[in-house]
């Protein structure tokens, strides 16, 4: 079972890179897909929020990795957008993505700097405390690693901010 896990998850992953670059079309242009995820971002946020949480749940106590020290910081960022949300959609607070800004560009630092580690970059901080931030747990399809869902996780975010924003000023 979490052999087979392991090896979709991945596949998951790329099937979000192309969602999101449709996000990415949609918002530029403010079409349809855009309004509509905009009129949802509370919900897709909160679902975004559960599958990451669950994904680094399932990598470190389902399959055993460790998590290094920039994997734990990308964590602190990711993690609280759960409770933001689940507050948010329970009271239909759209403002949640004032909060949802600062901690996605917090992550997205830090899983871009962790990308750089891993593909080969000099460290700027040292980072093998509890594991190497440099090890290669997950590589797949030649640029998948933990690091880069992380990454696309704090995008999908930033885009559901973005999506916001317009349906608010639709709304305005």
């Known amino acids: 079972m979490i052999t087979s896990i392991q090896s979709i998850l991945p596949f998951l992953v790329v099937v979000s890179h192309v969602g999101l670059l449709a996000l990415l079309v949609s918002l530029l242009l403010k079409n ?4 509509w995820v905009g009129q949802h971002a509370l919900t897709l946020g909160l679902l975004t929020a559960v599958v990451a949480i669950l994904g680094s749940l399932f990598y470190s106590n389902g ?4 998590p290094c020290y920039l994997c734990w910081w990308q964590r602190v960022a990711i993690y609280p957008m759960f409770i933001l949300f689940v507050v948010a959609v329970v009271k239909y607070d759209r403002g949640v993505f004032k ?3 600062p901690l996605s560009v ?3 630092i830090l899983a871009a700097y962790h990308s750089y580690v891993q593909w080969g970059g000099s460290p700027l901080i040292p980072c093998d405390v509890t594991a190497s931030c440099s090890k290669l747990y997950v590589y797949a399809f030649g640029y998948i690693t933990i690091p880069t869902m992380s990454l696309t996780v704090v995008v999908a975010f930033l885009l559901l ?3 916001n924003k317009i349906h608010e000023n639709r709304h305005a």
């Open 106 to 108: 917090i992550g997205f």
């Open 99 to 101: 909060y949802v800004l």
């Open 161 to 163: 901010y973005w999506a």
């Open 32 to 35: 349809g897909f855009a309004k």
């Open 63 to 66: 399959v055993g990795f460790a």
